[in-house]
């Protein structure tokens, strides 16, 4: 399909939006080091724009930062004697590679291999649910603030008695493009395949999947605005916080189980804001809400939340260290998984373990509220592709790459799952 002049629109603004600026890393080495970095969070005056947030001595922060900022964040770390790397010098150059995806849109390039703004997604779900209308259905979980519908398509395989659904949605952070079109390369495989391949249709036979490609449908279309150069990088929803002139809270620290814990923030004009209280946000609440049907009707046998970037298979709990009950289930169930990813043909490595523990400690996540509050035991959270070369500007042609390992790990969850 051919661009329309919207997105003509986001791609010539594109091309000077980022002139100049970089991502820098800084590796904390103590309690001091990370004080600061996390003091500089509240200079707005920078306009930092943390793609990973100090949390903890030895772990990666990411910043992305304009020309001008650059130079004066260089002349602080310096007088700090805190070193850093440049992990992205040109910025700008990291968008044109990405946006080769969105220009190829209309060629004879697959769907699957380019980065789509929400109309399209939508069009090619339900073009999906058409035209594979024995096992698909296409349905919407509620309205988002702005009046879109969540979307979600249920996959469903060989009828069972009280046969069982794992849920699965991405995009839940607008700005990791990745994450739904990885989402919407599983679901053209699982559809083409069920049937024809014996790993898709042991899978779907064993049970059914619900697949919500966008979960934050506002901050996701507020990233293809090309009204500014920030909104590319936008995280969070898009309700305005009364008395504040920030805008949006973070929809995985808005979960109602263990709110307001540390790893959120309570102040709105923050990237992790986790909002006046647990599920302020309608579109987690649409999503709970459906899961909790779900579950209280016995139906639900797992859930997954997918993000970018870091490369990371995660499993409860994020808000506390201490081990969850199922501890030694999930951890043979992600070993397995992220063995399937590694073994998929790129060789990918991700790293598996309660959040809390091999990043850092965060509250009212998706994950945690699904597992404490809906009992529902295979309760993960991934981090796709990559380390941080690209970050949240993974080129285009590493969509269908990072979607081939990452369902060949959900198939082998599916397999190692004790139902």
Not at 176 to 181: G, H, L, Y
Not at 265 to 288: I, K, L, Q, W
Not at 364 to 392: C, M, P, V
Request: with cysteine; aromatic share 12%.
């Amino acid at each position: 399909m051919a661009p329309s002049l919207f997105y003509l629109a986001f791609l010539s603004l594109a091309v000077t939006a980022f002139a100049g600026e970089k991502l820098i890393r800084i590796m904390p080495g103590n309690s001091n080091e990370l004080e600061f970095l996390s003091s500089l969070e509240g200079k707005e005056e920078l306009e930092l724009d943390f793609w990973k947030a100090p949390h903890k001595v030895g772990l990666a922060v990411d910043i992305h930062v304009t020309e001008d900022a650059y130079k004066i964040l260089a002349i602080m770390l310096k007088e700090q004697n805190i070193q850093f790397q440049i992990v992205i010098f040109d910025v700008e150059k990291m968008v044109d590679e990405e946006r080769d995806g969105v220009q190829a849109r209309g060629s004879s390039a697959s769907f699957y291999s380019n980065y789509h703004p929400l109309e399209e997604i939508v069009q090619e779900l339900r073009n999906l649910a058409s035209e594979y209308s024995q096992i698909a259905e296409v349905f919407s979980v509620g309205r988002s603030y702005e009046g879109r519908d969540q979307l979600a398509i249920k996959l469903k395989g060989k009828f069972a008695p009280n046969k069982k659904v794992f849920f699965m949605n991405c995009g839940i952070h607008a700005r990791e493009w990745v994450s739904p079109a990885t989402c919407m390369y599983m679901i053209k495989q699982i559809v083409s395949k069920y049937g024809k391949d014996p790993s898709v249709t042991a899978m779907l036979d064993k049970m059914d999947f619900v697949i919500m490609p966008v979960l934050n449908v506002d901050g996701y279309v507020f990233t293809w605005n090309p009204s500014s150069r920030r909104n590319r990088m936008w995280r969070k929803t898009r309700k305005p916080n009364r008395g504040s002139r920030c805008v949006g809270t973070d929809p995985n620290r808005n979960w109602d189980y263990g709110w307001g814990r540390p790893g959120a923030s309570s102040n709105p004009c923050s990237d992790a804001y986790r909002g006046t209280h647990a599920f302020s946000e309608v579109e987690v609440r649409n999503v709970a809400n459906y899961l909790k049907s779900l579950s209280e009707r016995g139906q639900i046998a797992g859930y997954m939340d997918i993000h970018a970037y870091s490369q990371l298979w995660m499993t409860p709990w994020g808000y506390t260290k201490q081990p969850s009950r199922d501890h030694n289930e999930l951890m043979r169930v992600s070993r397995y998984a992220v063995g399937a990813i590694r073994s998929a043909g790129s060789g990918t490595s991700y790293r598996y373990g309660p959040s809390s523990v091999i990043i850092y400690k965060n509250s009212g996540g998706s994950k945690d509220y699904t597992y404490g509050a809906l009992n529902i035991k295979y309760s993960f959270a991934l981090e796709l592709r990559d380390r941080g070369r690209y970050g949240f500007l993974l080129p285009a042609n590493q969509i269908v790459p990072t979607g081939m390992e990452t369902f060949e790990g959900i198939k082998e969850m599916a397999r190692q799952m004790r139902l």
